[in-house]
C-alpha cells in the first residue's frame, strides 16, 4: 500500500553563494513561484521511511523557467525527486535571471 506524503516547499533567497560558474552569476532575488510541481515520494524513501530536506540552488530565466539546479544538501534517496519537480516549476518573469535557493521537505507522514 502506497501511503500519502505530506510536504512543505520553502523558497527563500539568500545572500550570497559562489557554486556557479561565472556564466550564470546571477543575483540571488526572491521571486515569485507561479507554478510549482510537487515532487513524487521515492519508493525506496517510503519504504525506508527516509524523511528530510533537499537543498537546491536554482538559476532561473528572465521568462521564469528554471535552467539550472545545483544540489547543495539533502539525502541522495530524495534528490531526484526534489530535483526532476523543481525543474518544472514556472516564477515570475523578470528582467535578468536571478538564482535562488529552495528547500523541498520530505515527511512519510
Request: no cysteine; net charge positive; glycine share 6%.
Amino acid at each position: 500500500m502506497r501511503r500519502r506524503t505530506a510536504f512543505s516547499l520553502l523558497v527563500y533567497a539568500t545572500i550570497a553563494w559562489s557554486g556557479f560558474s561565472p556564466a550564470q552569476d546571477a543575483p540571488m532575488v526572491q521571486r515569485k513561484v507561479v507554478v510549482r510541481v510537487a515532487p513524487s515520494y521515492p519508493e525506496l524513501a517510503s519504504k525506508g521511511n527516509i524523511h528530510g530536506t533537499v537543498k537546491l540552488i536554482v538559476l532561473i530565466a528572465s521568462d521564469g523557467r528554471v535552467k539550472t539546479t545545483k544540489i547543495v544538501g539533502g539525502n541522495p534517496v530524495l534528490v531526484k525527486a526534489a530535483v526532476e519537480a523543481v525543474e518544472k516549476w514556472r516564477f515570475e518573469a523578470g528582467p535578468e535571471p536571478t538564482k535562488e535557493q529552495i528547500e523541498v521537505n520530505f515527511d512519510p507522514h
